[in-house]
Each structure stands twice: as structure tokens, then as C-alpha cells.
């Protein structure tokens, strides 16, 4: 079955340091799409990162990165140099290409950065 | 380019009426999907449309919930009643294609009273 396991509830750190949150999923499929999502304090959910299984190449956006490891079934995210404007609830989520269309979701990890 | 489109943003309503949320997808996405968030239960999904047609509704909670999608531009969600377990925030997401990104709405926040 699958499963995503975002094992951080809540973390707080100051402004200007970086920041990982964690992401594990279970699929048996051997084709699959993981994503991140950022939901802000205005309840939106803002899209920001897909990564097919035959891709495991790291990928940086600007203060973000992402780090896909198949062997350990993770995909974690990294901010650099937080700001205010990362406090958000991220989400990690899980898509098969088998069977039904569907986002399987982890209960997301509260980053608040403090000034 | 205008994202996904959901109204009403908030509903206040009293058990027992009927609540229609509302769906503009992404113009050229032929898939439509329906969430639903709450503490309890996290993100879930509720029914997924392609090309118009529904595909998976098995994430409907029961018979008091419908959705239609009459048209690639527009698509709804009924409950009819509502209950206060059904205050939540409802989500409507569209993609171009079953397996591509899907972008979401603003959502739409439920209070049932």
C-alpha cells in the first residue's frame, strides 16, 4: 500500500538558517511521482516540485532544494537561508502511475520561521 | 493566466441545507479532482474526473455527496444534507493529463452549524 510519513509535526528555527524537512514514502510501484506543496497561512496550496522514480537527480530552485534517494525511500527539502515567508504547513505527497489518479498526501510538516 | 477557479471562498450554513461548491479547472486540463482537508483526517481525495467522466468516487463519504462535471470548464459538489462533520475545507485541483501536476484552488472553507 502506499503511505507517505512526514514524521516532523512542527518546526521552528530563526530567520537566516536552513531548514530540511523530511519526507519517506512506500509504494510498490516502480514507476511513481513524488511532489511538495506549500500551503501558507491564506490556506492556498501552491505546487512546487514533481520528480518522477527514474529521476534521482537533486534539483535547486533559488533557496530550495531537493534531495530523492530510492534507496531510502525519501525525498526531503531543504531551505536555505529561511525567511518569514517560508512559514507555511509542506506538504510531501505521493502519485502511482498504476491503478486509480490519485495525490496520497503526508500530514505535512509546520515550518514557522522566526524573525 | 487564471489558476483554478473555487466559489463560494467561504460557507456558513445550518445542518440540514443543501451546499453546492463551485470549479473553474485550469482551461485545457481534461482532469478535475475534488479534496477535502480536516485536522482529523489530513488531505483526501473525494472524486477524480477525466475528460468530463467520473473516474474514481470512491473517496465520497456517501450518498449525501455528488459532483457532476457537465462540461470541461465547470464541475460541482453537492452535499445535500449537510452535516457538521462535513465542515471542512474543499479543494478542487485540475491537471493536463491523469499523472501530471495537479494545481489547486483556493479552496473553499465549509461551516456547518
Known amino acids: 500500500a502506499q503511505k507517505v510519513t512526514q514524521a516532523q509535526t512542527e518546526i521552528s528555527v530563526v530567520e537566516k538558517e536552513d531548514v530540511t524537512l523530511d519526507c519517506v514514502y512506500e509504494?510498490?510501484?516502480?514507476?511513481?511521482?513524488l511532489f511538495w506543496y506549500k500551503q501558507p497561512p491564506s490556506g492556498e496550496l501552491v505546487f512546487l516540485i514533481r520528480?518522477?522514480?527514474?529521476?534521482?537527480q537533486n534539483e535547486i530552485s533559488g533557496r530550495y532544494s531537493w534531495n530523492f534517494q530510492k534507496s531510502t525511500s525519501s525525498f526531503n527539502f531543504t531551505i536555505t537561508a529561511s525567511q518569514v515567508v517560508d512559514s507555511a504547513v509542506y506538504f510531501c505527497?505521493?502519485?502511482?502511475?498504476?491503478?486509480?489518479?490519485?495525490?496520497?498526501f503526508g500530514t505535512g510538516t509546520r515550518l514557522t520561521v522566526i524573525p | 493566466d487564471a489558476g483554478v477557479i473555487q466559489s463560494p471562498r467561504h460557507e456558513v450554513t445550518e445542518m440540514g441545507q443543501e451546499v453546492t461548491l463551485r470549479c473553474k479547472p485550469i482551461?485545457?486540463?481534461?482532469?478535475l479532482f475534488w479534496y477535502r482537508q480536516t485536522m482529523m483526517r489530513g488531505l483526501e481525495l473525494l472524486i477524480y474526473?477525466?475528460?468530463?467522466?467520473?473516474?474514481?468516487d470512491s473517496g465520497m463519504p456517501e450518498d449525501r455527496f455528488s459532483a457532476k462535471m457537465p462540461n470541461a470548464s465547470f464541475s460541482t459538489l453537492k452535499i445535500q444534507p449537510s452535516e457538521p462533520r462535513d465542515s471542512a475545507v474543499y479543494f478542487c485541483?485540475?491537471?493536463?493529463?491523469?499523472?501530471?501536476?495537479?494545481?489547486f484552488g483556493p479552496g473553499t472553507r465549509l461551516l456547518v452549524l
Open positions: 485541483a485540475s491537471s493536463f493529463g491523469g499523472q501530471e501536476t495537479q494545481y
Open positions: 482551461s485545457g486540463h481534461n482532469s
Open positions: 520528480r518522477n522514480s527514474f529521476d534521482e
Open positions: 474526473f477525466n475528460n468530463n467522466v467520473p473516474i474514481d
Open positions: 505527497a505521493l502519485s502511482e502511475a498504476r491503478g486509480a489518479n490519485n495525490l496520497f
Open positions: 509504494t510498490r510501484d516502480t514507476t511513481y511521482y
